[in-house]
């Protein structure tokens, strides 16, 4: 299925660069919690804000190289998103496979109650961060393709 003209691989080709972005910023909060820094601290890398500016950057590649229009905004709305909440479930399941805690299973940043498996904090992600990330990304993203294409007008080629 394409979407613009532009396939899956094409998608995942131009956010690479975001992909990646996201996935160091998850690892460093790791480090982070797992070398005790301050929560001050390990709150700075926040997967949410760098998943965010990567939705910003993917509009703007899009933009500058006259990539796609919104549709592809929202297919990279949905790609990064769907990343950044693969990863958080990853460090779920790893710490509790592990029995060590880490900054994602901490009480203070999971979900209330007596479940062992962390279970309702995975659907939490896969649910309500999926669904309301791309939405909101999506919705950013598009009124900033909006604004480029009114003040900033690429050039045609001839």
């Known amino acids: 299925m394409k979407v613009g003209g532009h396939g899956l ?3 995942i080709r131009l956010l690479a660069p ?3 972005v996201v996935g160091a910023v998850w ?3 790791l480090i982070l919690s797992a070398a005790d820094s301050p929560p001050s601290v390990t ?6 804000v760098a998943d965010s500016a990567a ?3 993917a509009v703007i590649l899009i933009h500058a190289r006259r ?3 919104y549709p592809n905004v929202v297919v990279a709305s949905l790609l990064l998103n769907v990343w ?3 990863l958080i479930i990853a460090a779920i399941v790893f710490s509790v496979l592990t029995k060590i805690e880490n900054i994602y299973t901490a009480p203070e940043y999971s979900v209330p109650g007596n479940d062992p498996y962390h279970l309702r904090h995975i659907y939490g992600h896969l649910t309500y961060g999926i669904g309301t990330g791309t939405l909101v990304g999506a919705a950013a993203g ?6 480029l294409r009114t003040l900033v007008p690429s050039k045609k080629t001839e």
């Not at 709150?43 to 949410?48: F, G, I, K, L």
């Not at 598009?142 to 604004?147: D, G, P, Q, S, V």
């Open 43 to 48: 709150r700075m890398a926040s997967v949410t």
């Open 18 to 20: 975001s992909f990646t």
């Open 27 to 29: 690892l460093l909060r």
């Open 142 to 147: 598009c009124l900033l393709l909006w604004l």
């Open 84 to 86: 950044a909440e693969l």
């Open 55 to 57: 939705v910003l950057l």
């Open 9 to 11: 691989r094409d998608h």
């Open 67 to 69: 990539y796609g229009s």
